[in-house]
Nanobody
Framework: QVHLVESGGGLVQAGGSLRLSCAAS????????MGWYRQAPGKQRELVARIISGGSTNYADSVKGRFTISRDNAKNTVYLQMNSLKPEDTAVYYC???????????WGQGTQVTVSS
């Protein structure tokens, strides 16, 4: 079993910054990728950023140049540094973890990010 605990969400003004953290515990071996999705009201969940086991990263076009994903292997934690936040970044952000040979993702409980204009 895998447990993901997110923290760092909140309310921030447009142009501000937040850092999300996702701490993983449990059977955290053979990891393919970890990252973040977000879901705004009335919209589908979308991939925001991910970091692959080899260290490469991918970002949604809408956040490139503003968000940075990183990981601390010693702490089994992934971070999402969000700068120059926009109101359209408002959503619930979910951490996920994908393992080899497992056909589904593990999910955190979600953390709310609200950006006021």
């Amino acid at each position: 079993q895998v447990h993901l605990v997110e923290s760092g969400g909140g309310l921030v003004q447009a142009g501000g910054s937040l850092r999300l953290s996702c701490a993983a515990s449990g059977s955290i071996f053979s990891i393919n990728a970890m990252g973040w999705y977000r879901q705004a009201p009335g919209k589908q969940r979308e991939l925001v950023a991910r970091i692959i086991s080899g260290g490469s990263t991918n970002y949604a076009d809408s956040v490139k140049g503003r968000f940075t994903i990183s990981r601390d292997n010693a702490k089994n934690t992934v971070y999402l540094q969000m700068n120059s936040l926009k109101p359209e970044d408002t959503a619930v952000y979910y951490c996920y973890l994908n393992k080899e040979w497992v056909p589904y993702n593990y999910w955190g409980q979600g953390t709310q990010v609200t950006v006021s204009s």
